[in-house]
């Protein structure tokens, strides 16, 4: 069975500085997809970037960009420029392609961010 | 964009009463939704997968006739809680799917608080 792990509960950033978010992932299929959600205490998940399995370059969408190391079995989410507005909690997900579109999510990761 | 919308985002109710929660997609077709429960401070845990015009695909532990999915059309589910207790209070959220290789997109959620 897959599985997604985020070893940081919690995380503190400056503002403007970059931060890095950890996840890694457990499968043996080879074909799926990895996803970071974001969730602010409002609650609404908003869907932030994907990285598919055999994507050769690491996706990318405006601040944010994914670390993916794929023999490492990592996606790790990286914020460049931190704003205040990126406080939340960060979850990472994964999709198995032939897994019946199921995500499966890590735990999370609180982000605070500070001036 | 890929909006969904969830409806109502706040429900205080008394025991035993049946709780219906609905999920529309806005600007596209949905053939798969999703149903997740979260508790405080913790990850989303699905709950069923609901593909338009056939019945729900309930997860392993998940009450098929205490949470009833109904997914009529491709732009709404709906997830009634029947005989609702206050051990059902919870983080209800859905989400929607454009295709199978597409994100899934959230709905605000519903919190649901059972007197």
């Known amino acids: 069975a897959q599985k997604i792990t985020q070893t940081q509960p919690g995380m503190f950033v400056q503002e403007k500085e970059a931060v890095t978010l950890d996840c890694t992932y457990d499968t043996s299929d080879p074909s799926y997809g990895l996803f970071w959600y974001k969730q602010p205490s409002s609650g609404e998940m908003i869907f932030l970037i994907y990285q598919g399995s055999y994507d050769q370059q690491n996706a990318t969408e405006g601040r944010y960009s994914l670390n993916f190391q794929k023999a490492r079995k990592s996606a790790n989410l990286v914020i460049s420029a931190s704003q205040l507005g990126d406080s939340a909690m960060y979850f990472c997900?994964?999709?198995?392609?032939?897994?019946?579109?199921?995500?499966?999510f890590g735990t999370g990761t609180q982000l605070k961010v500070e001036l | 964009g890929a909006v969904v919308s969830q409806h109502p985002s706040w429900v205080i109710c008394k025991s035993g009463t049946s709780v219906k929660i609905e999920c529309r997609s806005l600007d596209f077709q949905a053939t798969t939704m999703f149903w997740y429960r979260q508790f405080p401070k913790q990850s989303l845990m699905l709950m069923a997968t609901?593909?338009?015009?056939?019945?729900?695909?309930?997860e392993q532990g998940v009450e098929k006739d205490k949470f009833l999915i109904n997914h009529a059309s491709l732009t709404l589910s709906t997830l009634t809680v029947t005989s609702a207790h206050p051990e059902d209070s919870s983080f209800y959220i859905c989400s929607a799917q454009k295709g199978s290789n597409q994100p899934q997109h959230f709905g605000d959620g519903t919190r649901l608080s059972i007197l």
């Open positions: 997900a994964m999709k198995l392609t032939g897994g019946g579109n199921k995500l499966t």
């Open positions: 609901s593909n338009e015009g056939s019945k729900a695909t309930y």
